[in-house]
Nanobody, 119 residues
């Protein structure tokens, strides 16, 4: 089973940007849908974005227009470019393979990467 390691989180002021990376332990070429999720303090984990193998992407309404998901199958890595960050984006961000119909995660979770947006 492919394992995922997230990185790139940190502290940023509102309006700032961060780029998260998700490194897979094996090939992601055969994984049709890969996605990002996040969990804010005291809240349930929520879906953020998905990148399909064919290039189609989709986003939660809360991040649409600010976040961009991409995947590099040759490097077995997925990215999340986050712009115009808001305090409500503060969360631990996770990546995972994803059921393309239900958006449910497939496989085990990594440790995630903390994103903190505050002034």
């Amino acid at each position: 089973q492919v394992q995922f390691v997230e990185s790139g989180g940190g502290w940023v002021q509102p309006g700032g940007s961060l780029r998260l990376s998700c490194a897979a332990s094996g090939s992601i070429r055969s994984i049709y849908a890969m996605g990002w999720y996040r969990q804010a303090p005291g809240k349930e984990r929520e879906w953020v974005a998905v990148a399909m193998a064919g290039g189609t992407t989709n986003y939660a309404d809360s991040v649409k227009g600010r976040f961009t998901i991409s995947r590099d199958n040759a490097k077995n890595t997925m990215y999340l470019q986050m712009n115009i960050l808001k305090p409500e984006d503060t969360a631990v961000y996770y990546c995972n393979a994803q059921n393309p119909f239900t958006r449910a995660p497939i496989g085990s979770w990594g440790r995630g990467t903390q994103v903190t947006v505050s002034s």
